[in-house]
């Protein structure tokens, strides 16, 4: 479990980083993306390891009602990371798609994962995400971006849909089956 602990920690940090010491991350300049990434994968790699290494209580299960409304969040945070991307109609309306995205995935996989492992992983990156998004807020007005032609927005949805098969399709092949 700690090794599962230290992953979220790091991810956190790594990415919270720029909020809580903006004078040192600003310092650091271009060569400080290199080192939020170097920090951001090993905080990756500690997650997925300490996830497949982590025991802890269980406390509920899957249910198929749970797996369906788990699979339509899961899709609609895969199209708002689209949304981020392509600055579609929708990131004209919602100041952080990717990150209300990343809101949706954790609470999806909390509905189907009652465990302990689960919360410190989807549960820790949901306080996460919702925390870099008052930081954000507090310290950035918001200018939301120019207007994109309608193909940008149908090629978030077929590009949403494409990258969610492909996630379905490596959960299965992990041993966690995506549909039931």
């Known amino acids: 479990m700690a090794l599962l ?21 600003a310092r650091m300049g271009n060569g400080g993306r290199g080192l939020v990434a170097v920090v951001s994968l090993a905080g990756i790699l500690c997650m997925i390891f300490g996830y497949r290494m982590a ?26 990371f689209a949304v981020s991307g392509m600055k579609t109609r929708l990131a004209r309306t919602l100041r952080h798609p990717m990150l209300m ?32 998004m008052v930081m954000i807020n507090q310290a950035e007005p918001w200018t939301p971006p120019e207007p994109v032609p309608a193909r940008k927005e149908i090629m978030a949805i ?11 399709g490596i959960h299965t092949w992990l041993g966690y089956p995506t549909f039931g």
């Open 5 to 25: 602990v230290l992953g979220v920690l790091l991810w956190s940090l790594a990415h919270l980083f720029k909020r809580l010491a903006p004078a040192a991350r």
């Open 158 to 168: 077929a590009g949403g849909v494409i990258v969610y098969a492909v996630i379905a």
């Open 101 to 132: 995205g990343v809101v949706l995935w954790a609470v999806a996989h909390l509905l189907v994962n009652g465990d302990t492992p689960s919360f410190v992983l989807f549960g820790g990156l949901l306080i996460w995400a919702l925390l870099e």
């Open 55 to 80: 025991e802890g209580a269980f406390y509920w299960g899957r249910s198929p009602m749970l797996v369906g409304i788990n699979n339509l969040l899961v899709l609609v945070a895969v199209y708002l």
